[in-house]
């Protein structure tokens, strides 16, 4: 498998400190690759610079490579880029002033991958499907999403990223916060929709790098110490942070 994502000697400084250090990757496609680390390791601020979003922080500083489709990262109109490359969040952000159906809808509609009413409502309710929500809010469609669940309403934000028919999807531990229902439908998703996307995941959950991850990338201290299939770095665990990590698993 080629790459979708590659990145080359990348460095990133935030105010001067050094968050990433030196880090050499390549997120396979249609595969979902799995980011662990200690709080702090540099996990969020790696999905940031894959969509360009480190750029909204002034105080970002950042050399290396990255490749995204073949095309240096700085070749893209950042906003072209995150038409094709979606980072969603941990907290489930849904707009509150929109129903549930508008807020799916919005971004198919701002970006032009849908045009007719038609296409729009074929749409979203693919994405809600694909995030298995669609019998959950069909009969709800026109109510705000404060009538759902934090589960749910994260369920809703995946399938407001899903309408932009994204090349990869980055999560930002999206499961954190939820109960295991909610945690459980998003996972099913998840290994349903790499045949459709590219996935990198990051989590603090073993148990889940395990159930959906083929591939791991483990951070520490900006650095990738260990990396590989998963069920290889899983029974083998080379570094001792790594072990660490999976001990709630072996």
Known sequence: MSCVVEARDLVVRLGGR????????????????????????????LLRVINRLIELNPEAEVSGRVVIMGKDIYEWDPYELRRYVVLVQQEPTPFPNLSIFDNVALPAKLNGVARSREEVEKLVRWALEKVMLWDEVKDRLRKPPTVLSGGQRQRLCIARALVLRPEVLLLDEPTANIDPANTLKIEESLKELKEDMTIVLVTHMPHQAARVGDFIYVLYNGKIIEEGPVGEVFLHPRHEVTTKLLERVL
């Open 18 to 45: 050094t968050v990433l250090s030196g880090v050499n990757l390549c997120i396979k496609h249609n595969s979902i690759s799995v980011i662990m680390g200690p709080s702090g390791s540099g996990k969020s601020t």
